[in-house]
């Protein structure tokens, strides 16, 4: 069944984006802040968050927060510092896209370098894992949280040979997600969305071979990204597929 997005189906739902700065993070910032949600921009690099800003304030559209953080270096505390800071000024979080993510190296393991292994794990897997339970409490105060994963079925498959580090990362986000749907009892939601190719700046790094211009825009997907934070969403522990797969 076909979900349409109705114009304030997002209304007065407080909800954090990771990679707010670019691709699937910004489309999504976007299409939750027009359909009434105040979004939480979250990413390493200010001026693109600014940008952003800028756009949602213009458009008349909820006001948004900028909320800088470098997903590599960011320690335990950091996300604890967030969640305070996010239950001070909102006493409560509605959603949580997991967004943000890192390629480093699709290259043998053998040959892989043990720092970018690290750094990759860290964006991919540990971080979402520390801002999830770091804002779970804030996600149960709300009537109805989600808790989004963008996932990659490529990378996230037994099949992601020479995918490295960031092959290990997805599988294990995706593993991450289901057990905490079950885990969570619905409170908050948990799902996984694979938005399939689309032209993005992530296509781009991972297919350096490819032309991502034959591959659909972002903004295609993105009633499949409000869909899963819509109030009246009851799926949970589920990997949605945003479009027909290439």
């Given at each position: 069944?076909t ?10 739902r ?8 670019n ?21 390493r690099?200010?001026p ?8 949602i304030?213009?458009?008349?559209w909820p ?12 320690s335990n ?6 969640a305070?800071?996010l239950e001070?000024n ?33 964006v ?19 009537d ?49 969305i ?17 032309d991502?211009?034959?591959?659909a ?30």
């Amino acid at each position: 069944m076909t979900y349409t997005p109705t114009p304030q189906c997002l209304q007065d739902r407080i909800i954090l984006v990771t990679g707010a700065g670019n691709g699937i993070g910004e489309a999504a910032a976007k299409a939750y802040a027009e359909h009434g949600a105040t979004v939480i921009l979250m990413g390493r690099k200010v001026p693109k968050l600014e940008k952003l800003y800028d756009f949602i304030v213009n458009a008349g559209w909820p006001e948004p927060a900028i909320y800088p953080l470098h997903m590599e270096g960011a320690s335990n505390d950091d996300y604890l510092d967030l969640a305070k800071t996010l239950e001070s000024n909102f006493g409560r979080l509605d959603g949580l896209l997991h967004n943000a993510a890192y390629v480093g190296e699709l290259t043998p393991l053998a040959e892989h370098a043990v720092d970018v292994w690290f750094k990759t794990l860290q964006v991919n897997l540990n971080a979402p894992f520390m801002l999830t339970q770091a804002c779970l409490p804030l996600l149960r105060a709300s009537d109805k949280g989600s808790v989004v994963f963008t996932s990659h079925n490529t990378a996230a498959s037994s099949e992601s040979t020479y995918w490295g580090a960031y092959g290990v990362a997805k599988t294990a986000a995706a593993n991450l997600a289901e057990k905490l749907a079950v885990e969570c009892q619905g409170k908050p939601l948990v799902n996984i969305i694979e938005p399939g190719a689309l032209a993005s700046p992530m296509r781009a790094r991972a297919y350096p071979g490819e032309d991502i211009n034959q591959h659909a825009d972002v903004e295609t997907v993105m009633p499949t990204y409000i869909q899963l934070m819509d109030v009246d969403c009851e799926l949970n522990g589920e990997m949605v597929v945003a479009q027909e797969q290439d």
